[in-house]
């Protein structure tokens, strides 16, 4: 087997390699969103809206981050709902970009806005504060303050004593009494208010709200300044930014979707120059995110029902293990990735089809121990064929899925097992014109090799 390259797509480690593509970018792009067209519009010069463009147009002026990023960062650390309010929707203006948009992103670098990303991802950690239900957050409190005593005077425990029952002194009554009042009372406590206290500053269902979607809008600011290259390095080497999308990743059971998606694409844009390692750093950690758990994380999502979050998650990890640096905290993972990835070869979504075949791709490449387990996976060949015979629209996938069944054989162990499939094989070889030189290759190899004991009498495709 040749060894990785990493400029192969998913990865951009090679020094003149095009950077991967991006995700589709952004939310809201069609013409139902006025303010999607209003930004398409914008220009970084003082020149005036296209022609073509109808209705009502919004142009930034080129001076006006440089101008505001001070009021901007001040705003998104005031906590005050009107300028909270303000700078979100200034920078989702600022990070929309139209493919066809003729501003440059180093106009809307993160560097050129000091302490913006942290400001960002204090307003999605002010939201998660307050999202998980109360006995999930609240953390156990040692309480001294009147425990000998029978009453405190604080909440509604006569009510809860009984309006019919006196309330004895304690030095009234025998002593097996007392004792059995005292433990009564405190049970009721710990089961009616002792646990039920809230804070001064809580808030309601709508305050909740707000900071729900204050949380979200900022999520989408992040997702788009991940777009942009000028941003790329700043994001995926920051902890606390890796360790906030990891954390709504982890919960996205729970979480608000449209935040989890933006979390999926964000780290999906990150991913070819994401090093797990970073989160065993001397960083700063606020959340103390591990590797491990990251991983964790993602191959939860991988097995999500929705198509979005699992397609995210499998190209995710597709693009991570090109980096030979992440691999010790990919493979714990590898019977669970792969036997995910072949059932969502089943699936009849063509995306999900090319998702799964891609990172297999990139997994078949890594080592010996990978290609074994894939070949062992039930039902792996027959739905590689599946995607190939199908054959799937993008020409490149049924490629790559040939390609992996020529990585799985080029292993002697796994040449029996595959031997099996020769008939399959050959009638690829002369039905696909795309994939027929692979094909003759896997052929080649499996029935003509000297190694192949088996098969030696067999071989009648090699020259």
């Known amino acids: 087997m040749q060894k990785r390259e990493f400029n192969k797509s998913g990865g951009s480690y090679g020094g003149a390699s095009a950077p991967p593509a991006k ?3 952004p939310f809201g792009s069609g013409n139902s969103s006025a303010a999607a067209a209003a930004v398409a519009a ?12 109808l209705g009502p147009s919004l142009l930034v002026h080129n001076a006006f981050t440089v101008e505001n990023n001070k009021r901007i960062v001040h705003a998104l650390q005031s906590g005050l709902k009107s300028e909270l309010t303000w700078a979100l929707n200034t920078l989702t203006l600022l990070s929309f970009k139209e493919k ?11 560097t050129r806005i000091s302490g913006l990303l942290d400001a960002l991802l204090t307003v999605i950690d002010d939201w998660r504060d307050i999202a998980l239900p109360k006995e999930h957050v609240r953390a156990p409190r ?5 425990a000998n005593l029978l009453v405190t005077g604080f909440g509604n425990e006569y009510e809860m004593l ?6 004895p002194h304690p030095g009234l009554v025998s002593g097996a009494q007392d004792a059995s009042m005292l433990s009564n009372v405190r049970n009721l406590r710990s089961l009616e208010w002792w646990l039920e206290e809230d804070g001064l500053f809580n808030l309601d269902d709508e305050g909740r709200a707000e900071r729900q979607q204050c949380a979200v809008a900022a999520s989408n600011i992040i997702r788009n300044f991940s777009f942009m290259q000028d941003n790329e390095t700043i994001m995926a080497f920051h902890r606390h930014c890796l360790e906030t999308i990891f954390q709504c990743i982890e919960d996205y059971i729970t979480e608000d979707e449209e935040l989890v998606t933006n979390a999926l694409e964000t780290i999906v844009n990150l991913s070819p120059m994401l090093d797990l390692q970073v989160f065993g750093s001397s960083k700063a950690s606020y959340i103390k995110m591990t590797a491990k758990r990251a991983v964790q994380a993602i191959v939860g999502v991988l ?3 929705v198509k979005a979050w699992h397609c995210s998650a499998a190209e995710l990890l597709g693009r991570l293990v090109i980096n030979p640096e992440n691999e010790p905290f990919l493979l714990p993972f590898i019977p669970q990735i792969h036997k995910r990835l072949v059932d969502l070869m089943s699936l009849p979504a063509f995306d999900a089809q090319a998702a799964a075949v891609g990172a297999l791709y990139n997994f078949s490449e890594v080592n010996m121990d990978c290609r074994l387990k894939l070949a062992n996976e039930r039902w792996a060949i027959d739905r590689l064929l599946k995607v190939i015979k199908g054959p799937h629209p993008i020409s490149d996938i049924c490629k790559k899925a040939a390609m992996i069944l020529e990585s799985l054989v080029s292993e002697p162990q796994n040449r029996g097992m595959l031997l099996a499939y020769e008939n399959a094989f050959a009638e690829v070889l002369f039905s696909d014109t795309r994939c027929s030189e692979i094909f003759a290759r896997i052929l080649y190899e499996l ?6 004991k088996v098969a030696a009498a067999r071989g009648i495709w090699g020259m």
Do not use: F, I
């Open 100 to 110: 066809d948009d003729n501003r440059k992103d180093s106009n809307n670098a993160l």
């Open 23 to 25: 995700r589709g970018r």
């Open 142 to 146: 040692v309480r001294n303050l009147g």
């Open 303 to 305: 097995e999500s029902p």
């Open 447 to 452: 029935t003509s090799r000297p190694n192949n």
């Open 162 to 167: 009984g309006s019919n029952s006196s309330v």
């Open 42 to 53: 914008a220009a970084a010069d003082h020149t005036a809206a296209p022609s073509n463009l």
